[in-house]
């Protein structure tokens, strides 16, 4: 992690939250569509017990009223290497709160920035304490980081979507790529990380040539 954050510029960390915001509205319209329309995600993996779970959620009951006529969901973009590891031990990186008109279909984003200070109530042997955004989750899971929301905004969010570095590159993908300008010194970074992200992922990837606009597929717009 440490090589991660410490070799990225600012431009860099602006790109790869800009990138998640789209990917991830992007995977969470497919998944609002697909389960209304069909009530068939079989390609979203649930947690079986996540209906039980959501008792233990920080709900704030006066946002109910306030909220009435919206559906509100947390998207999380999470830093897991693994294609199949979504659980605590990654951080989320990315935090994005989906309000959806249920009358228009309207959807506003609205992003948490990771090292935003926030209270993160008691879980998994932690006592209430300020922690960064992308902690919670680190520490404490989904259930600690959506309470987290839910406190500090006064919301009362009971849903999530959640993709890792593996949904990531195939969101992409699926859209045909991306187009960003890369400059000299994020084009170094970019290919030393496709390195590592094709370890990890097991896929294989064509090194980025030059700077300028270019155009990124799944796995290289994930290591950028």
Same mark, same amino acid.
């Given at each position: 992690?440490?090589?991660?954050?410490?070799?990225?510029?600012?431009?860099?960390?602006?790109?790869?939250?800009?990138?998640?915001?789209?990917?991830?509205?992007?995977?969470?319209?497919? /998944?609002?569509?697909?389960?209304?329309?069909?009530?068939?995600?079989?390609?979203?993996?649930?947690? =079986?017990?996540?209906?039980?779970?959501? $008792?233990?959620?920080?709900?704030?009951?006066?946002?109910?009223?306030?909220?009435?006529?919206?559906?509100?969901?947390?998207?999380?973009?999470?830093?897991?290497?693994?294609?199949?590891?979504?659980?605590? /031990?990654?951080?989320?990186?990315?935090?994005?709160?989906?309000?959806?008109?249920?009358?228009?279909?309207?959807?506003?984003?609205?992003?948490?920035?990771?090292?935003?200070?926030?209270?993160?109530?008691?879980? /998994?042997?932690?006592?209430? =304490?300020?922690?960064?955004?992308? +902690?919670?989750?680190?520490?404490?899971?989904?259930?600690?980081?959506?309470?987290?929301?839910?406190?500090?905004?006064?919301?009362?969010?009971?849903?999530?979507?959640?993709?890792?570095?593996?949904?990531?590159?195939?969101?992409?993908?699926?859209?045909?790529?991306?187009?960003? +300008?890369?400059? $000299?010194?994020?084009?170094?970074?970019?290919? $030393?990380?496709?390195?590592? =992200?094709?370890?990890?992922?097991?896929?294989?990837?064509?090194?980025?040539?030059?700077?300028?606009?270019?155009?990124?597929?799944?796995?290289?717009?994930?290591?950028?």
């Amino acid at each position: 992690m440490s090589r991660k954050k410490a070799g990225m510029s600012a431009n860099a960390k602006w790109g790869i939250a800009f990138l998640i915001e789209i990917v991830v509205m992007f995977f969470m319209v497919v /998944g609002y569509f697909f389960f209304y329309a069909n009530r068939k995600l079989d390609n979203i993996n649930r947690p =079986t017990n996540w209906d039980d779970s959501k $008792e233990n959620l920080d709900i704030n009951e006066d946002a109910n009223e306030a909220q009435k006529g919206y559906r509100t969901i947390a998207l999380f973009g999470i830093d897991s290497r693994s294609t199949t590891s979504m659980a605590e /031990g990654n951080r989320s990186d990315s935090i994005i709160i989906a309000s959806i008109n249920n009358d228009t279909k309207e959807v506003k984003l609205v992003s948490v920035y990771r090292d935003t200070l926030l209270m993160v109530p008691a879980s /998994g042997g932690f006592n209430d =304490t300020y922690r960064k955004a992308t +902690e919670a989750f680190f520490y404490s899971g989904v259930e600690a980081t959506i309470s987290m929301i839910n406190l500090n905004l006064d919301l009362n969010i009971t849903d999530y979507v959640m993709v890792n570095f593996e949904a990531l590159i195939r969101i992409v993908d699926a859209v045909g790529g991306v187009d960003l +300008e890369i400059t $000299e010194q994020e084009l170094y970074w970019l290919n $030393e990380y496709l390195r590592d =992200t094709g370890l990890n992922t097991g896929r294989t990837y064509e090194t980025v040539p030059s700077a300028g606009m270019v155009h990124l597929d799944g796995i290289q717009a994930t290591a950028y």
